[in-house]
């Protein structure tokens, strides 16, 4: 009898454990130093709790892996360009939270139970240099642009001169033309075969 009534309630726990888990993103960071992370201790995204850490891991090479659970609404926030390290949680102060920064825009979502390797917390000259790098590629793209486009208004402007220029090339060869055939027929009138004969007499 026991039996049968432990059977169901495990079959529902088991279900409900994987309900709970389906969905979400696993990740494994790998740090030199666990500077006092805990498991249980939050995982913050833009000052945001995503997730949880789950477990802690020493290993044989002398490093940590830390086991995360990231929440499904932002499992889509974690790129291969993500950042993660860990400093102070704002809300318990005298405790530890693994942070996730993203130092660019866009970049191919990292896949479920994905490994990466996590980072020293970034010095407030490092993150200016990584804002001004970032900043520097922007202002390029904007150079660029600008750049096309007073290249397209220039060759605007040049196929506007050289048309111009042709007309007034044509014109002047339709000027000189006539003036050529104005002389012919100079040359060959009663008046100036007369004038050529008096000076050869």
């Given amino acids: 009898m026991c039996k ?3 059977l169901p309630l ?21 740090f030199n130093a666990t500077e006092g992370l805990k498991v249980a201790d939050s995982v913050l995204f833009q000052q945001n709790r995503i997730g949880t850490v789950r477990q802690i891991r020493y290993t044989t090479q002398g490093n940590y892996l830390v086991d995360i659970v990231v ?6 926030a974690l ?50 240099l990584e ?9 390029e793209k904007q150079l660029d642009r600008k750049l096309e486009e007073l290249r397209r208004g220039y060759e605007d402007k040049s196929t506007e001169i050289d048309r111009d220029l042709d007309a007034a090339i044509a014109e002047l060869n339709h000027q000189l033309r006539e003036l050529q055939a104005a002389m012919r027929r100079a040359a060959s009138s ?11 007499e």
């Fill in 4 to 6: 049968k009534i432990l």
């Fill in 71 to 76: 929440e499904p609404e932002f499992k889509n």
């Fill in 190 to 200: 009663e008046e100036m075969q007369a004038l050529r004969r008096s000076a050869e």
């Fill in 10 to 30: 495990l079959i529902i726990t088991i279900a409900s454990l994987f309900s709970c888990t389906q969905g979400k993103l696993h990740l494994t960071v790998q």
């Fill in 131 to 139: 804002t001004l790098q970032q900043k520097s590629g922007e202002w």
């Fill in 79 to 128: 790129t291969v360009d993500s950042q993660f390290y860990i400093g102070i949680d704002p809300a318990q102060p005298d405790g530890k939270a693994l942070i996730v920064e993203q130092s660019r825009p866009g970049g191919a979502l990292l896949a479920n139970k994905a490994l990466v390797v996590g980072t020293e917390k970034p010095s407030p000259w490092r993150q200016m």
